[in-house]
C-alpha cells in the first residue's frame, strides 16, 4: 500500500490517498475522505490497464458535492420515508436531504467525513482500514456507532470491502459504498451497452416518491427481469411505471441467497473491453441504479464531463426504508451486538 497527499480540508486537517496494488497490476486508491474509492484500475481482453470506477483527482471536487461517486454510505444506506422512524417507542426524525425523505445518511453522511487510518496495517498489506465514531444524535440517529471499513485487493483482481459496526443504544445501520462503474474505461461514454444479470426473482416497487410500497413483486414479465445477461439499454425507457419513477434503473432487488458467506448479487460483462465484474455480497438485497441523473455537471480526471447514464451503481443493502416496512428484514443494531457486512468486486474477462 503506498501513501499519498491528497489534498487539505478547509479547517487545515490533511486527506490521505491510499493506493493497494496486487501482484497483476491492478490497483484501487481509496482516501480517508469519506472512505471514498477514486479508482480501480483492471486489465481489458488485450492486457491493457485502465480505471473504471468514476471519481476525481482532488478533495476539492467530493467537498463540492457530488453524487456520492465512490463513498461510503452511512448511516443508512438509500431512503427513509419522510426522515423518520420510531425505534422501541421512541420516535427519531432525521435529516430531509432528498424531498421530503433522508437519503444517504442525511446532509453530512459518513462520505462527507474524514476517517481515521487504523495505525496496526501492515506497510507491505494489499489492505486498508478505516474508522469513524458517528456521535449519539449526529444526523438523528439514536447511539453512538463505532465503524470501520476494510479494503482489501486480493491476487484474484477483487476489491473486497468489510464493515464492521457497534452501538452503545438501539440504533438503525445500513451501509454500502456507491462506486460508479463503467467498465469500457475511461474512454466509455454510456453504460447502455453493458450486459447485467441480476440473481435475484423479486424486487421491491416504489412510489412515485421513490419508498417502497412495502410489496415484495416477482420479476417475471417486468423490465426488472435480468434473471438471464441482458443489455441494460434493451428496456431501460420503456412504457413502466417503475421505470417512469426512477427515470430508468434505481431499484432494490431481493437476491436469490442463503447461508452468511458471500454469494452472487450480479454480473456485468461491457463487450468493448471484454472486462466482467461480479459482484458477492452478504446482503439480502442491491439497488441498481443506471446513473440516471448524471447530467455533466461533474467533470471526471480526463477532462470528460460524466453524462447521463456514464456509470453503473450496485449497492449491496438492506432493502430502502426498511425501519418502516415490518415486512423487510430488520435493520436494528442492539448493544453488544456487531454488525458485519461483506461485498466483493471481483473483475475478469469474458472466456
Not at 478505516?130 to 449519539?136: E, G, H, K, T, V
Not at 461514454?189 to 421513490?210: K, W, Y
Not at 468493448?272 to 461533474?298: C, H, I, W
Amino acid at each position: 500500500m503506498k501513501r499519498q497527499q491528497f489534498g487539505v480540508l478547509p479547517d487545515g486537517r490533511s486527506v490521505g490517498l491510499f493506493v493497494l496494488e496486487n501482484s497483476n497490476g491492478c490497483s484501487a486508491a481509496v482516501t480517508d475522505f469519506g472512505a471514498t474509492v477514486t479508482s480501480l484500475v483492471v486489465p481489458d481482453q488485450r492486457g491493457r490497464l485502465s480505471n473504471v470506477a468514476l471519481g476525481f483527482d482532488a478533495p476539492d471536487n467530493y467537498l463540492a458535492g457530488h453524487p456520492y461517486f465512490g463513498s461510503t454510505i452511512g448511516r443508512f444506506g438509500n431512503r427513509i420515508s419522510d426522515g423518520r422512524f420510531t425505534l422501541d417507542g421512541h420516535d427519531y426524525r432525521l435529516a430531509r436531504n432528498n424531498g421530503p425523505n433522508h437519503l444517504h445518511g442525511g446532509t453530512t453522511g459518513f462520505g462527507m467525513l474524514l476517517w481515521r487510518v487504523t495505525s496496526d496495517t501492515p506497510p507491505d498489506a494489499q489492505q486498508l482500514e478505516l474508522n469513524l465514531i458517528s456521535p449519539d444524535g449526529d444526523e438523528g440517529y439514536p447511539g453512538r456507532l463505532d465503524t470501520s471499513v476494510t479494503f482489501t485487493l486480493t491476487d484474484r483482481n477483487e476489491l473486497r470491502i468489510d464493515y464492521l459496526a457497534t452501538t452503545d443504544r438501539p440504533t438503525i445501520v445500513n451501509l454500502t459504498n456507491h462506486s460508479y462503474f463503467n467498465l469500457a474505461g475511461p474512454a466509455g461514454e454510456s453504460i447502455l451497452d453493458h450486459e447485467i444479470m441480476i440473481n435475484a426473482d423479486r424486487f421491491t416497487p416504489v412510489n412515485a416518491g421513490h419508498i417502497p410500497t412495502g410489496e415484495i413483486r416477482p420479476v417475471d414479465g417486468t423490465p426488472m427481469d435480468f434473471r438471464r445477461m441482458t443489455p441494460i439499454g434493451t428496456r431501460i425507457d420503456g412504457d413502466d411505471d417503475q421505470l417512469s419513477f426512477g427515470n430508468g434503473y434505481d431499484h432494490n432487488w431481493v437476491l436469490n441467497r442463503s447461508g452468511e458467506e458471500p454469494t452472487l448479487a450480479a454480473k456485468v460483462y461491457d463487450p468493448t473491453s471484454g472486462r466482467v465484474m461480479k459482484v458477492l455480497t452478504t446482503e439480502p438485497g442491491v439497488q441498481f441504479y443506471s446513473g440516471n441523473f448524471l447530467d455533466g455537471a461533474f467533470v471526471g480526471r480526463t477532462g470528460r464531463p460524466y453524462g447521463r447514464r456514464s456509470g453503473l451503481c450496485l449497492e449491496t443493502q438492506h432493502f430502502p426504508d426498511s425501519p418502516n416496512q415490518p415486512c423487510f428484514p430488520s435493520t436494528v443494531l442492539l448493544p453488544g451486538e456487531t454488525y458485519r457486512s461483506t461485498t466483493i468486486y471481483r473483475f475478469g474477462l469474458k472466456p
